[in-house]
């Protein structure tokens, strides 16, 4: 193993001031602290698009914009295959971090491949074909070909290791943390919440990308149920962007009852999303499959309980935290949302549970973590 002076070179292609997602603060929250920790390593970071300064976490990190802008599968193959390999050779990388699933199979520099699930395995039909086939055929080969891949929860990991035939021992588990934005409102802060968010009402929660994998229609059709069980004021905030596939969420949102109950709030930045998750009264987060789910932890640290899917990772990140409910099914998850309307005892136990639960998960360890995997690439 090298110890000292390595160049490290980093798919950074997903770090877009204002659009950090999942696997974007995953990739920020991680290399933020990397850089930081390791000062006697130069890391190249290589973004696909013209970088903001925020990126460039230390004096130790050389950003590179990369050609052509990788979004689209034909675009993908040459950024990866053409453009990538050429920089690697350029810079003299010793070691490849790629945290969005992605690589390259051109380069013989070890790789360290962050694959974060496989909900293109199953649910296909949830994504556009060209990106459906370009993941079905490279991810296999991908999995193949790096040197340690890290995941984010143990569904994930057995996940990969069964579907793709790979050694348990060549994954390692690196959790995701939350955004230490994410803590307990005071009764004047979700009071003031409320108000601007809810007309004062308290709230249901949900906070993602809207696509259909997120399951946003039974979401909606259980909160039907729920007041129609209900003579409450209680309201339900959505805040995320419309991703693709958006026209069925779209026509449940015009023609639901109970319509100007729902509050569409869009894509919010930290700051504000904290603030709307604190002053929930429940989380809602009933998709239909993920990796991990970090909406889930950022509600548990801020003391908001949750109502997650019984499937893939959601019941291991919520832990004894969390109401499960089927997402296939809306009346379980009405049932799950009137379980603890009101119940003040319940909601207490399951606050007391989350104060439990987030002390599995922190960015730190998710740093450490994910260096320890990549110190395992230089192992002979």
């Known amino acids: 193993m090298l ?35 390791h000062p006697g390593h130069e890391f190249i970071f290589f973004f696909d698009r013209q970088y903001d300064p925020m990126f460039v ?82 991810s296999p080969l991908f999995a193949k070909k790096a040197k340690r891949i890290a995941t984010v929860s143990a569904f994930s990991k057995n996940d990969i290791s069964s579907r793709y035939g790979i050694a348990p021992d060549k994954i390692d ?29 308290e709230y249901f929660v949900f906070a993602g990308a ?5 399951n946003i229609v039974n979401m909606l059709k259980a909160f039907v149920i729920f007041k129609q069980r209900q003579r409450t004021n209680m309201k339900l905030v959505i805040a995320g962007r419309p991703a693709w596939k958006y026209e069925e969420v779209e ?60 499937t893939s990772s959601m019941p291991e990140v919520a832990g004894d935290a969390a109401l499960l409910a089927d997402p296939t099914d809306p009346q379980d998850i009405a049932n799950k949302m009137h379980l603890i309307y009101k119940d003040e005892a319940l909601r207490g136990r399951l606050i007391e549970k989350a104060r439990e639960q987030i002390k599995k998960f922190d960015w730190n360890s998710s740093a450490k973590n994910l260096w320890a995997s990549m110190m395992k690439c230089m192992e002979k």
Not at 73 to 94: G, N
Not at 210 to 214: E, Q, V
């Open 3 to 37: 110890s000292e002076g390595m160049r490290i070179a980093v798919n950074t292609r997903l770090l877009l001031k204002g659009k950090l997602e999942g696997i974007g603060w995953f990739t920020y929250q991680t290399l933020e602290r990397i850089v930081r920790d």
């Open 57 to 138: 976490f230390a004096p130790n990190v050389t950003p590179v914009v990369v050609y052509p802008q990788a979004r689209h599968p034909i675009l993908f193959y040459i950024w990866f295959e053409w453009s990538l390999p050429a920089m690697l050779r350029k810079y003299k990388a010793d070691l490849f971090l790629s945290p969005d699933s992605f690589m390259s199979l051109s380069t013989k520099v070890p790789t360290c491949l962050v694959i974060h699930d496989l909900a293109f395995e199953h649910y296909p039909e949830h994504f556009v074909l060209s990106q459906r086939l370009y993941w079905r055929h490279y």
């Open 210 to 214: 809207l696509h259909p994998r997120k």
């Open 251 to 310: 026509q449940m949102r015009e023609n639901m009852p109970f319509k100007e109950d729902v509050k569409w709030v869009g894509y919010m930045n930290v700051d504000e999303l904290s603030k709307v998750i604190g002053g929930a009264y429940v989380l809602l987060y009933t998709s239909l499959f993920e990796g991990f789910g970090i909406p889930i932890l950022e509600a548990l640290q801020c003391d908001v309980p949750a109502i997650v899917s019984n």
């Open 173 to 201: 588990i690196v959790y995701n943390g939350a955004h230490d934005e994410y803590r307990p409102l005071q009764r004047e802060e979700r009071e003031a919440v409320k108000k601007q968010y809810a007309e004062g009402c």
